[in-house]
């Protein structure tokens, strides 16, 4: 992995992390008239995750783990949801 890409993977860091911040944020607001479950707040995450694992691919220890975080926030969303009824 040349510097461009070392570039491009650590502002998706800084994305990811940001992103992270305001879903824990959001959770974290009082309770409104339709509050939503931790799945709507995961799965935008769990998107991104998978399409920066379909952009890193030519790394492929970097995709295939942007992938695997995706699915796995995918199956926690999944799991929010189911438990809440």
């Known amino acids: ?7 491009v993977a650590g502002g998706a860091a800084i994305a990811i992390a940001a992103m992270a911040f305001l879903v824990l944020v959001k959770l974290r607001r009082p309770a409104e008239l339709s509050r939503p479950s931790p ?16 952009a890193f691919g030519g790394d492929r220890v970097a995709g295939y783990t942007f992938i695997g975080v995706g699915v796995l926030l995918a199956v926690a969303a999944s799991y929010f949801r189911w438990r809440a009824g």
């Open 1 to 7: 992995m040349d510097a461009g890409w070392g570039i």
């Open 39 to 54: 799945a709507d707040a995961l799965l935008p995450l769990a998107f991104a995750m998978v399409a920066l694992g379909i």
